[in-house]
């Protein structure tokens, strides 16, 4: 968050360490000016950068400026839009009017970068050589989101 924020990031909520036993942190969000791939960090904690996008093919590179490629999410309604992040964006995890918290046990999982485990080996050696994407759809008017979440039309994609 510190080094996010000495090149140029906004700190809108602040992550700080909580204290007693463990190692806990409070939750922090980081407005960046766009995501970059020599400035990506995996980070495995409460802390999340948002940068925002001009239009699809800003998100898309955006989305992909990274070398680890987990997941990445859209909301949108637009199936078009959808087909097209989905095509272009490289991620072993791509969703749609769905977080990339809480995959699916019952899809393939990992990145197709420094993410995930690099998938196994054996059966799934012939993975290595594809491009194998895994993807969760939700329709109607009730998106799920993570608890504590609210959702309106503003998240979502003409």
Known sequence: ???????????????????????????GVVLVDRFRAEEDRECFGPLVQ?????DLD???DQANATRYGLAASIFTRDDAIWNRFLAECRAGCV?????????SGTLPFGGLGLSGNHRPAGAFSIDYCAHPVASMIESGDQVAVPPGMLVDDR???P
């Open 58 to 60: 800003d998100a898309i």
């Open 155 to 157: 998240w979502l994609a």
């Open 50 to 54: 948002i940068a925002i996008a001009s």
């Open 1 to 27: 968050q510190d080094d996010l924020h000495e090149r140029g990031g906004r700190v809108l909520v602040q992550s700080t360490r909580i204290d007693g036993e463990g190692h806990f942190v409070t939750p």
């Open 95 to 103: 969703n749609r009017n769905c977080g990339t918290a809480g995959a």
